[in-house]
Nanobody
Framework: QVQPVESGGGLVQPGGSLRLSCAASGSILSIYTMAWYRQAPGKQRELVAAISPGGTTNYADSVKGRFTISRDNAKNTVYLQMNSLKLEDTAVYYC??????????????WGQGTQVTVAS
């Protein structure tokens, strides 16, 4: 199974916007709920947003109303539009399958991620 590849990170000022992209195989996108995660220095990796094959979305409370996850099945790509960025959004962002609600699955293999730095 090919690991998704993240891109689109960078340096942005507080209040700015970035759009992250995740290129994944079509078989993954069509079957699994996909998610964006992030890991800040010294902190555990956390799930930020998820989108099901049917388009149902969920967000962490910390990003609700600011981040939007979407998918383009024709391009085998998942996006994360990040608006009104805050200093605390600084982290490495990863794309991967979402964990199952029962806890029976959690990703064990991760890509390089893409660095997002919010600084004035």
């Amino acid at each position: 199974q090919v690991q998704p590849v993240e891109s689109g990170g960078g340096l942005v000022q507080p209040g700015g916007s970035l759009r992250l992209s995740c290129a994944a195989s079509g078989s993954i996108l069509s079957i699994y709920t996909m998610a964006w995660y992030r890991q800040a220095p010294g902190k555990q990796r956390e799930l930020v947003a998820a989108i099901s094959p049917g388009g149902t979305t969920n967000y962490a409370d910390s990003v609700k109303g600011r981040f939007t996850i979407s998918r383009d099945n024709a391009k085998n790509t998942v996006y994360l539009q990040m608006n009104s960025l805050k200093l605390e959004d600084t982290a490495v962002y990863y794309c991967n399958r979402a964990p199952t609600a029962t806890g029976s699955y959690y990703p064990s293999s991760w890509g390089q991620g893409t660095q997002v730095t919010v600084a004035s």
